[in-house]
């Protein structure tokens, strides 16, 4: 392990409130307890900010495991059932975005652009730390918003690989959806449980916008 002692292996990470920019935008991630140079203990601390923010997200922590390029290959059939089977949403019910024009490289400035929103400017930086932000809900199309959503926590043994991992995720299904789609035993044999808590929760209806600091954002039809 080169850099295991030089580098941060034991703190989390500062929260990030650009993190809320993912709503629209799952995240399918794994690492290693050990991984000095992707810092293995940073990624429960994202996961818990995503779970904060309602992003759907996928995260494998491989426990006691290193930087190794392996770990890309066991993860590979994760992504290929729920990362890869998925379809853009060009237009999405419900748009979050946070604009802040210090992260963005002075070459490439930000323009407050995604792929859901456009034209999103600063209204008053002092008021606001120099950020805009925008959380706006189709009131036409708030049928179209999830309704459930399910948490998964659990540990998962493969035993032909012999390693265990911790499983992580939010998604936006019923838990009968989810007991339906969660097959890692398909996808890949030889997983089992050896435990697993999926927490089910109803989403609020949503039928107003909120915006801070922003003039009124166009929305990309």
Not at 135 to 153: E, F, G, M, N, Y
Not at 179 to 191: D, K
Request: hydrophobic content about 40%; proline content about 8%; overall charge negative.
């Amino acid at each position: 392990m080169p850099y295991i002692f030089t580098s941060d292996v034991t703190g989390g990470i500062d929260a990030n409130p650009l993190l809320l920019n993912l709503y629209n935008l799952p995240v399918f991630y794994s690492i290693g307890t050990l991984d000095e140079f992707g810092q293995g203990t940073q990624g429960d601390p994202m996961a818990d900010q995503l779970e904060g923010f309602g992003d759907e997200y996928l995260y494998l922590h491989y426990l006691l495991r290193q930087h190794e390029g392996r770990i890309e290959q066991d993860f590979l059939p994760f992504t290929n059932a729920l990362a890869y089977s998925r379809t853009l949403v060009r237009d999405p019910p419900r748009v979050r975005f946070r604009f802040d024009p210090a992260v963005y490289s002075e070459k490439i400035p930000g323009d407050g652009s995604a792929y859901w929103v456009s034209g999103m400017a600063v209204r008053d930086a002092a008021a606001s730390a120099g950020a805009a932000e925008i959380d706006v809900t189709s009131l036409a199309r708030a049928d179209q918003l999830p309704k459930h959503q399910v948490i998964l926590d659990g540990l998962f043994l493969n035993t032909a690989r012999a390693y265990i991992a911790r499983i992580r995720g939010l998604f936006r299904l019923s838990p009968e959806e989810f007991a339906a789609m969660w097959q890692p035993a398909i996808w890949e044999p030889n997983w089992s449980a050896l435990s697993m808590n999926v927490t089910p929760s109803d989403l609020q209806a949503r039928t107003s916008p909120t915006a801070s600091s922003c003039p009124p954002p166009i929305l990309v039809a």
